[in-house]
Nanobody, 130 residues
Framework: QVQLVESGGGSVQAGGSLRLSCAASPSTYSGLWGLCMGWFRQGPGEEREAVAIRYTGGGRSYYADSVKGRFTISQDTAKTTMYLEMNSLKPEDTAMYYC????????????????????WGQGTQVTVSS
């Protein structure tokens, strides 16, 4: 199990930036090494969708087309916190953002669907006004 706590959400105007943080406290895994970690978002009445996925064992990342070039997923050197840097925000980015983690063997084993992840944070709201 990995306990995840998100922070950094808020309200911004279109074109603005936010940085989300996901503090991880693994109790089973060896630090955060070898995990598939990702940021997902869910708008009202919508399904939870993947925004960015990262394999912590090798640092490879993948982004949804809607956020490519605007969002960056990263982790700190101690590999205990994951970040999502969000730039050029648009009203359609408005959603509750969640971080998630699951064991993985390599980047190719990381899934893009929410139900593949067993560890979730409580979420942080991002609201972008036009």
């Amino acid at each position: 199990q990995v306990q995840l706590v998100e922070s950094g959400g808020g309200s911004v105007q279109a074109g603005g930036s936010l940085r989300l943080s996901c503090a991880a406290s693994p109790s089973t895994y060896s630090g955060l090494w070898g995990l598939c970690m990702g940021w997902f978002r869910q708008g009202p009445g919508e399904e939870r969708e993947a925004v960015a996925i990262r394999y912590t064992g090798g640092g490879r990342s993948y982004y949804a087309d809607s956020v490519k070039g605007r969002f960056t997923i990263s982790q700190d050197t101690a590999k205990t916190t994951m970040y999502l840097e969000m730039n050029s925000l648009k009203p359609e980015d408005t959603a509750m953002y969640y971080c998630a983690a699951e064991a993985g063997n390599d980047f190719e084993s990381c899934q893009w669907v929410a139900n593949a992840y067993g560890n979730w944070g409580q979420g942080t709201q991002v609201t972008v006004s036009s």
